[in-house]
């Protein structure tokens, strides 16, 4: 049973006044949280900038940094992904030997003539590929990457003709250019793939088609996808011969072959196998 106080008051008087008071201090503690946040993510911003302003002075490359900077800056709602300079660029660094040496294999391993040949990456990150690709004699480089930092950082380097934004769409953005050689590595999850695999594997088919048209004759198309981000359900889906897998057994009927294992490239379980087309 409800006993009344008495001192319930009736919501009929209150002046509008009261109500946007009411209002107002309904809203407070998120306006305040939202400041609070802001202020903690200026803070975060600065720090990392100072590191990273630090290193690149370190590695004799301000100018690299200034011109990123004015980039992010003028983009507000970019900065956040400075949170990612400090992952991607310092252990993409640490790896760059590493990354020059792979990319010099896989060409090898394409036995391609790159003298003259404009090539696309997708998924390019720190460009090393790119760089390795241009060091051959490419004639153009052009990218696909989603990441704002990663697509800066590329436009800095001097790689022109860039796309951001989400390859599942952009491919179709490509505007009739036409490449000898497209490369991609780790731009895909096929652990995700399989999870949506019909809608995925339609997605993919345009996808697919979408790279031929914009792949000379003759030219190749090389995609080495990323097999594992979460082991749990990376063992759920890839168990036993990796050629029986449903992925697989999709690109292999679009007519892509398994390129040989190349030790540094090939890294199990994140990257078993790299496909490859000549169209
Ligand atoms: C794991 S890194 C691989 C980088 C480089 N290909 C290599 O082999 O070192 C994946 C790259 O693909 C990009 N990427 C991932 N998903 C993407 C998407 N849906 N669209 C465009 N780029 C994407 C990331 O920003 C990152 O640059």
Not at 242 to 270: A, C, M, Q, R, T
Request: aromatic residues 14%; positive net charge; contains cysteine.
């Amino acid at each position: 049973m409800r006993i009344s106080t008495g001192a319930a008051t009736d919501s009929s008087k209150r002046t509008p006044k009261t109500s946007i008071f009411v209002i107002r201090n309904f809203f407070a503690p998120t306006r305040i949280m939202n400041k609070t946040l802001q202020i903690i993510f200026n803070l975060y911003s600065r720090f990392v900038l100072f590191f990273v302003r630090r290193s690149l002075i370190r590695a004799g490359n301000e100018k690299l940094y200034t011109e990123l900077l004015n980039r992010l800056n003028k983009n507000y709602f970019l900065t956040p992904s400075l949170k990612w300079f400090q992952k991607y660029y310092y252990s993409y660094k640490r790896d760059e030997s590493r990354k020059l040496k792979e990319a010099e294999e896989v060409l090898t391993a394409l036995n391609l003539n790159l003298a003259g040949a404009p090539v696309l990456e997708i998924g390019p990150a720190n460009g090393y590929f790119l760089d390795v690709c241009m060091k051959h004699g490419a004639k153009s480089a052009g990218f696909i990457d989603i990441d704002p930092y990663f697509y800066y950082y590329l436009k800095v380097k001097g790689y022109k003709e860039g796309i951001l934004g989400n390859h599942w769409k952009a491919v179709h953005k490509l505007k009739g250019q036409k490449y000898s050689l497209i490369y991609s590595k780790g731009a895909m999850i096929v652990d995700d793939l399989l999870m949506r695999r019909e809608r995925s594997f339609a997605m993919m088919s345009e996808w697919l088609s979408a790279l031929e048209k914009a792949t000379v004759n003759g030219g190749v198309i090389v995609i080495c996808p990323h097999w594992r981000d979460v082991p749990a359900s990376a063992k759920r889906q890839y168990t036993g011969n990796i050629l029986e897998n449903d992925f697989v057994k999709f690109i292999l009927e679009k007519g892509y072959s398994p390129l040989k294992f190349i030790e540094g490239h090939n890294i199990e379980p994140n990257y078993p196998v790299t496909f490859w087309k000549r169209v």
